[in-house]
């Protein structure tokens, strides 16, 4: 497990509209917020709120890093309504980023908030109602509901290696929610994956 010196020797930016809370996002990773393509970078996090789109700017700067391979997640942050749908999100991205890859989908309370995520390799639930949260088995409903997604994202795995997303050819798309921390233990793994730039 990396140390935090590690972990602060990682150069990570932070794209995306105001509406993603890029600010927050960057405070929260360790990152910093850039306006501008940053070719020395560890990580680029591209931040959307499904709300608001994805705006002209933040596809430009998707499209400049293209050429460096740089590592890539997306963060899709705001899922506090029942309208804000993260699969809704990854579909416009898939459109004017890249294909993406989704190894997590949102499990929501009955009220419509974001409760859990489902992980679609092994089908485990990470519950964030409890503290810390918790992982278990999933319903067998929640199996069927999630079936098509967890064919295409292993059809999508099998394509790749384990050092993927670290060689910028992998884009994940992670569910996170600040209030309650859903996904930032996920982005934490994620950082923790990549080799170090000191």
Request: hydrophobic share 45%; charged share 20%.
């Amino acid at each position: 497990m990396p140390s935090p010196i590690s972990q602060a020797a990682r150069r990570i930016h932070v794209y995306g509209h105001v509406s993603g809370a890029p600010q927050a996002i960057a405070s929260e990773f360790g990152g910093t917020v850039s306006s501008a393509p940053e070719h020395e970078s560890d990580l680029a996090i591209f931040v959307i709120n499904p709300a608001a789109g994805i705006d002209a700017p933040t596809i430009a700067l998707w499209a400049a890093l293209d050429e460096i391979q740089i590592p890539r997640l997306v963060l899709v942050n705001g899922l506090d309504g029942q309208e804000l749908d993260f699969e809704d999100a990854v579909m416009v991205a898939n459109r004017v980023f890249d294909q993406l890859v989704t190894p997590y989908l949102v499990l929501h309370h009955d009220d419509g908030s974001p409760a859990a995520l489902i992980r679609l390799h092994d089908l485990s639930i990470i519950d964030y109602s409890t503290t810390p949260a918790s992982v278990r088995a999933c319903d067998p409903e929640h199996e069927e509901l999630v079936k098509e997604f967890r064919e295409e994202f292993l059809e999508q795995m099998q394509e790749m290696d384990d050092g993927a997303f670290a060689a910028g050819i992998l884009f994940p798309a992670i569910p996170i929610n600040l209030t309650n921390g859903i996904g930032l233990d996920i982005v934490h793994d994620y950082i923790k994956s990549l080799p170090s730039s000191s």
